[in-house]
């Protein structure tokens, strides 16, 4: 029988290899459950933006913002569906490591997609319905609460504790 596993950071648990694996893929799972929602939401809202009637009146750069934010939503799409696809490929493997090395690295290609087409998703409709002078300030908040929320606020919790990787 194989014997528990104990990370320096993860001490406190009683987990084989496999086990540590499984629970970090669900983690992951539940984290792309969540993105794939707000992308979907956001994706779905720029789909039907073309029909309605007031589409016509969009500018030059207001119809090439909106379809560099359908592409982008595309974008954002597959890569949520990534994971799921690659899971499929190597199911019943024993590769659920490496499988969770690959979630991991993309969750953070995920959320930066995300943030990007959070914030050019507000631009746009600010630039829209106000002016591009206001789209640009809202914007550029925007994208500062996202870059706060993605890279800043999880620099706050301080140093990781040192660990053999960084898959937990």
């Not at 983690?27 to 939401?41: I, P, S, Y």
């Not at 030059?60 to 890569?79: D, E, H, P």
């Amino acid at each position: 029988m194989e014997q528990p596993r104990h990370d320096i950071a993860d001490d406190t648990r009683d987990e084989t290899p496999d086990e540590r694996a499984d629970r970090n893929w669900t983690d992951l799972l539940q984290e792309f459950r969540v993105l794939q929602t707000g992308v979907q939401l956001l994706s779905g809202f720029l789909l039907t933006l073309p029909f309605h009637n007031s589409f016509g009146d969009l500018d030059g750069f207001q119809r090439n913002t909106y379809l560099a934010l359908v592409l982008l939503a595309a974008t954002t799409t597959a890569c949520v569906l990534a994971p799921i696809s690659v899971h499929r490929r190597i199911f019943r493997q024993r590769r659920k490591e490496r499988l969770v090395q690959f979630g991991h690295r993309l969750v953070r290609v995920v959320l930066g997609l995300t943030g990007a087409l959070l914030a050019g998703t507000t631009f746009f409709i600010f630039d829209v319905v106000l002016a591009r002078a206001e789209a640009l300030v809202v914007g550029g908040v925007m994208l500062a609460l996202v870059t706060t929320a993605l890279l800043v606020a999880p620099l706050a919790m301080g140093p990781a504790p040192a660990t053999h990787d960084d898959s937990d």
